[in-house]
């Protein structure tokens, strides 16, 4: 996909002292080329969502600061405009600060460790956009468009569906046994985390499924492990020739998969039942979320922003059942929990 | 053996892809990393001081290698780091 991306203003994520702004900030730095990562989020999603066919030719980005005050800015908005006979058609997607708080915890830590703040200080994060010198910038941006083959449920390996929902814009279906498998994993593991290459695919269905609005689903479908992987508490290395093999197993298997992601645990210990719930837990597991080196793998090992990261571990919010599987996918620059279905093979 | 002609590079689930035909701006005498570096430019994927690794078959290629010393059996690669999840 190859779109245009236009835009009228630089943008700095500045790190401050206070929530108003006020005093010279902690750090300052041009985040003017990162912009372009969220349009091609928002043009995967808009794929994946099918309000922008997959072979669209000429798409115009357009990227516009939604003021909190100027020069501060709430939110961006990105505008994908295509032609449909003859009349422009606009499909828009907001962005929230959320797509900078990575930047902004990794560079807090750096602020910290260096001194420049002291360790109890807070530090507010904020984008700041000015109008660019020249006028308004056009550059070309060449996006793949998410790979998705056109196959039925039974196809897809889907025979019935189980608990869970979906997303309307982007439904996800999760194997019955994958889940199983990671968390009786997970719970054997204990404190150390454990992973591997899941299998699984982008199927374009005849009709979208019930609660979806569009007909491409992502089917995770399987977990292989390999001893090539090792964990410890708090980190799991991934073997790329482990990961290289499982890409031929998929291949094998014949059922058009792909490695199409990992999962990886955050431990779990039996107590944790109970050390997970409410506050003033002295658990020293992560919870079950995305640590800032999930964003890293991530984004080196599956860089197209239709990829999901599942990750099992301590749900310390949930009531009744805290081993969580959880799966996270790009939504507004950021890794974010959604829902999903489970199914029977 | 018959030399390489073109080339696919791919990220481990084949999202993103490059296709590349040899003797325009990579040739047979680029390296098996130089080609790595130029995926990974082309794709704007961050290197994350990162090492990077291309498999072809599922056999990791010598980052050292020429192009010019691989087989035409040899022309879809599966790029891929040595990372860890925390
Ligand atoms: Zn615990
Ligand atoms: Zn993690």
């Given at each position: 996909?190859?779109?245009?991306?236009?835009?009228?203003?630089?943008?700095?994520?500045?790190?401050?002292?206070?929530?108003?702004?006020?005093?010279?900030?902690?750090?300052?730095?041009?985040?003017?080329?990162?912009?372009?990562?969220?349009?091609?989020?928002?043009?995967?999603?808009?794929?994946?969502?099918?309000?922008?066919?997959?072979?669209?030719?000429?798409?115009?980005?357009?990227?516009?600061?939604?003021?909190?005050?100027?020069?501060?800015?709430?939110?961006?908005?990105?505008?994908?405009?295509?032609?449909?006979?003859?009349?422009?058609?606009?499909?828009?997607?907001?962005?929230?600060?959320?797509?900078?708080?990575?930047?902004?915890?990794?560079?807090?830590?750096?602020?910290?460790?260096?001194?420049?703040?002291?360790?109890?200080?807070?530090?507010?994060?904020?984008?700041?956009?000015?109008?660019?010198?020249?006028?308004?910038?056009?550059?070309?941006?060449?996006?793949?468009?998410?790979?998705?083959?056109?196959?039925?449920?039974?196809?897809?390996?889907?025979?019935?569906l189980f608990a869970g929902s979906l997303l309307p814009e982007r439904p996800v279906l999760v194997?019955?046994?994958?889940v199983?498998?990671?968390?009786?994993?997970?719970?054997?593991?204990?404190?150390?985390?454990?992973?591997?290459?899941?299998?699984?695919?982008?199927?374009?269905?005849?009709?979208?499924l019930p609660g979806a609005?569009?007909?491409?689903v992502t089917?995770l479908?399987?977990?292989?492990?390999?001893?090539?992987?090792?964990?410890?508490?708090?980190?799991?290395?991934?073997?790329?020739?482990?990961?290289?093999?499982?890409?031929?197993?998929?291949?094998?298997?014949?059922?058009?998969?792909?490695?199409?992601?990992?999962?990886?645990?955050?431990?779990?210990?039996?107590?944790?039942?109970?050390?997970?719930?409410?506050?003033?837990?002295?658990?020293?597991?992560?919870?079950?979320?995305?640590?800032?080196?999930?964003?890293?793998?991530?984004?080196?090992?599956?860089?197209?922003?239709?990829?999901l990261?599942p990750?099992?571990?301590?749900?310390?919010?949930a009531?009744?059942?805290?081993?969580a599987f959880e799966v996270f996918a790009?939504r507004?620059?950021?890794?974010c929990a959604i829902p999903w279905q489970l199914?029977?093979? | 053996?018959?030399?390489?002609?073109?080339?696919?590079?791919?990220?481990?689930?084949?999202?993103?892809?490059?296709?590349?035909?040899?003797?325009?701006?990579?040739?047979?005498?680029?390296?098996?990393?130089?080609?790595?570096?130029?995926?990974?430019?082309?794709?704007?994927?961050?290197?994350?001081?990162?090492?990077?690794?291309?498999?072809?078959?599922?056999?990791?290629?010598?980052?050292?290698?020429?192009?010019?010393?691989?087989?035409?059996?040899?022309?879809?690669?599966?790029?891929?780091?040595?990372?860890?999840?925390?």
């Amino acid at each position: 996909m190859d779109a245009t991306l236009v835009t009228d203003y630089g943008y700095r994520l500045e790190l401050m002292p206070a929530p108003d702004g006020s005093g010279p900030p902690l750090f300052s730095r041009d985040v003017s080329a990162e912009v372009a990562d969220l349009v091609e989020e928002a043009l995967v999603a808009s794929v994946l969502s099918e309000d922008v066919a997959r072979d669209e030719r000429a798409i115009r980005a357009e990227v516009r600061p939604v003021w909190s005050e100027p020069p501060w800015v709430a939110e961006l908005e990105v505008r994908l405009e295509v032609e449909r006979n003859g009349a422009a058609q606009v499909h828009s997607l907001r962005f929230g600060s959320e797509a900078w708080r990575r930047r902004a915890l990794e560079e807090t830590a750096l602020l910290r460790q260096r001194g420049a703040v002291s360790q109890g200080a807070k530090v507010y994060r904020g984008l700041v956009a000015q109008r660019r010198a020249g006028g308004p910038a056009a550059c070309a941006l060449a996006v793949d468009a998410p790979l998705v083959a056109d196959v039925t449920l039974e196809q897809a390996g889907v025979r019935s569906l189980f608990a869970g929902s979906l997303l309307p814009e982007r439904p996800v279906l999760v194997n019955r046994r994958l889940v199983e498998e990671v968390l009786a994993w997970t719970v054997q593991a204990g404190k150390v985390e454990t992973g591997g290459a899941v299998l699984g695919r982008l199927a374009r269905l005849p009709a979208p499924l019930p609660g979806a609005r569009t007909r491409i689903v992502t089917v995770l479908s399987a977990v292989l492990r390999d001893s090539r992987h090792a964990g410890k508490a708090a980190h799991f290395d991934f073997s790329p020739e482990a990961l290289a093999e499982a890409a031929q197993v998929a291949e094998l298997r014949g059922l058009g998969e792909a490695v199409i992601t990992a999962f990886h645990s955050h431990g779990w210990q039996g107590k944790c039942a109970d050390c997970a719930g409410g506050g003033g837990s002295d658990c020293s597991l992560p919870e079950c979320e995305p640590s800032l080196q999930d964003y890293v793998l991530l984004e080196s090992l599956f860089p197209g922003r239709a990829a999901l990261l599942p990750i099992a571990g301590r749900r310390p919010a949930a009531a009744g059942q805290r081993l969580a599987f959880e799966v996270f996918a790009w939504r507004s620059g950021a890794l974010c929990a959604i829902p999903w279905q489970l199914y029977t093979d | 053996m018959k030399t390489l002609e073109r080339l696919t590079l791919s990220d481990i689930s084949g999202q993103k892809r490059l296709d590349i035909k040899l003797n325009g701006e990579i040739s047979l005498t680029h390296t098996v990393g130089q080609v790595i570096d130029h995926f990974l430019d082309s794709k704007r994927i961050p290197r994350n001081r990162l090492r990077w690794s291309a498999f072809s078959r599922g056999v990791l290629l010598d980052n050292k290698k020429a192009l010019g010393d691989l087989s035409e059996i040899d022309a879809q690669w599966r790029v891929v780091p040595e990372v860890s999840a925390g």
